[in-house]
């Protein structure tokens, strides 16, 4: 029946003569949306293809332009990278974000992608720090979409995660939303604004509350997982973003939010081509606990395809599918989890990061400060962060103190390892997994050495990770449907760097500064040229 009512709402977009071109500055299409579901590899479309209904991810599958060959060329398969990438059509050492956090030399700490010491969170009591896009080194697609129509188009980003929502929005963007972890109310930063819009704060005042206290349950009616108020590692009450977050709940709470952004913000109705991002975090809060085939997972992907499809519904209803251009990707798949693995004898291993952290510590102190132990490093495994200024301390220039560190990387069980300076130089083989890690690289963050990993070998003791240059961590989904495309699926080698400048092509604007990407003209519908006398003569 929902997907009745949704052709009924698609009206003649299913089978629409296309126009001759679309063109952001006149509104068509009225709104670009972009879904991003992070940690969503790319093989759980065909997974459960067949358990899906109709009208959510089928929808797309079936009546957009469907692209199973989509993988990230590069190897810091992570969250805040997935998003830089996809919305500037850049790499990381185009876009400059090159992990979810990293060493700050003058803070003497880890820094997140996003902190901003300049701005101030909106939303929560007290006088919390901010965040901004001030580290992207690359403009965004919704960036160009804010200079072609000089401010008209709209811009917004909405996630659980302040870099989901921070990150895709640009520099430009209206408005980036993301929730306090404790609370689950929504806030933004002074970046944007200096107080949350009214119907945010009517929002918050009554959402929250009405997803404690509940079960999720699988299709027989078993209980996967409870939302009961509990105590946390810390003694403390558990925060919303530990309970709820990891449940198919929060992903019902983002769309429920994004629907009051765009009815409020009055998305699609203006003069110019509107944007929103959505990324919707729930499946990596989950996924890194159980893995990817849990039955959990499996729930978690089945709810979502019915969320998905009240979600178009909704877009159906309020602007138009004629109307809307939709795109749908992640950020990163996620691997295996290692016993599971190691189970099919294939090398596995779950790792302690903290430990070997020490270890490496203990043997780069044995080599330059013998009998005076110091934190060399920081690691965000298979990531390591150099402190520079232990370094200097006993003497040891950049280019050995890398050194050093990626041969106690290999000690530890790393495959091998490229350093900050010598991607800075392009001094890595021309090899495929070469290019990944040139293409990883960037100049913000301290002195650091990326390792390469084993495969199925993650840093935390139990659980899963990605942030690796393999399969299971660089595919990921893309399908776009609009008017401009042709359903069908897609089996040319794509990458999540071609959705911005096919995207920006297609609106008639510039691509972003950085975008490497390629159009993907085989997914575009032809053209009906007019008929006018004359036209195509000399």
Not at 111 to 140: C, F, M
Not at 182 to 196: A, F, P
Not at 471 to 497: C, K, M, S
Request: hydrophobic residues 35%; aromatic residues 10%; charged residues 20%.
């Amino acid at each position: 029946m929902r997907f009745v009512l949704t052709l009924a709402v698609l009206g003649s977009a299913v089978g629409r003569p296309v126009p001759s071109s679309a063109s952001a500055y006149n509104g068509h299409p009225k709104l670009l949306v972009v879904i991003v579901i992070d940690q969503f590899r790319g093989d759980y479309l065909e997974r459960y293809r067949d358990q899906f209904g109709d009208a959510g991810f089928r929808f797309l599958l079936d009546h957009g332009a469907y692209f199973p060959n989509c993988n990230y060329n590069y190897a810091n398969t992570r969250t805040a990278p997935g998003h830089s990438t996809l919305f500037t059509g850049a790499y990381s050492n185009g876009h400059g974000i090159a992990a979810n956090e990293w060493w700050d030399q003058k803070k003497k700490r880890m820094v997140t992608s996003v902190e901003d010491d300049a701005t101030k969170l909106v939303g929560v009591p007290g006088d919390k720090t901010g965040a901004s896009p001030h580290n992207l080194l690359a403009d965004t697609l919704g960036d160009e979409l804010k200079l072609a129509t000089q401010g008209k188009s709209r811009v917004f980003g909405v996630s659980l995660k302040d870099r989901a929502a921070v990150l895709p929005a640009g520099f430009a963007g209206d408005a980036a939303y993301w929730i306090d972890p404790r609370s689950g109310q929504w806030v933004t930063s002074t970046y944007y604004r200096d107080d949350l819009p009214k119907w945010a704060q009517d929002f918050n005042s009554s959402r929250p509350a009405k997803y404690w206290d509940r079960e999720w349950k699988d299709a027989q009616g078993a209980v996967l997982r409870s939302t009961a108020h509990r105590k946390g590692k810390d003694g403390e009450e558990a925060s919303f973003y530990e309970v709820i977050g990891s449940t198919t709940f929060a992903n019902e709470y983002e769309f429920e939010f994004a629907k009051e952004l765009m009815v409020y913000e009055k998305l699609g109705q203006g003069p110019a081509t509107d944007l929103i991002s959505i990324s919707l975090s729930p499946n990596d809060i989950l996924g890194h606990q159980v893995g990817p085939d849990s039955p959990e997972m499996q729930q978690m992907a089945l709810d979502l395809d019915r969320q998905l499809a009240d979600f178009l519904n909704f877009l159906g209803h309020q602007i138009g599918l004629a109307n809307v251009w939709i795109a749908l990707s992640a950020d990163h798949g996620v691997s295996s989890l290692p016993d599971a693995v190691k189970k099919l004898h294939i090398p596995a291993a779950n790792l302690n990061a903290g430990k070997l952290e020490t270890e490496i510590n203990k043997a780069i102190g044995a080599k330059f400060s013998p009998g005076h132990p110091a934190a060399y490093v920081k690691l965000d495994y298979p990531l390591a962060w150099l402190d520079q200024d232990a370094f200097t301390a006993v003497h040891v220039r950049e280019h050995d103190a890398e050194e050093a560190v990626g041969e106690a990387l290999k000690q530890t069980g790393m495959r091998d390892y490229y350093t900050k300076s010598q991607l800075a130089a392009g001094a890595a083989p021309n090899t495929p997994l070469g290019r990944k890690y040139l293409n990883s690289y960037s100049p913000e963050g301290s002195w650091y050495v990326m390792g390469v990993p084993d495969i199925y070998t993650v840093g935390p003791g139990k659980g899963t990770d990605h942030t690796s240059p393999y399969n299971y961590d660089t595919h990921v989904p893309l399908a776009i449907y609009g008017l401009p495309f042709q359903p069908g699926t897609y089996r040319t080698n794509t990458e999540p760097v071609d959705l911005a400048p096919t995207l920006a092509s297609l609106l008639g604007i510039n691509a972003p500064t950085h975008a490497i990407g390629r159009v993907l003209t085989e997914a575009l519908a032809p053209t009906h040229r007019s008929t006018t006398s004359g036209e195509g003569q000399p």
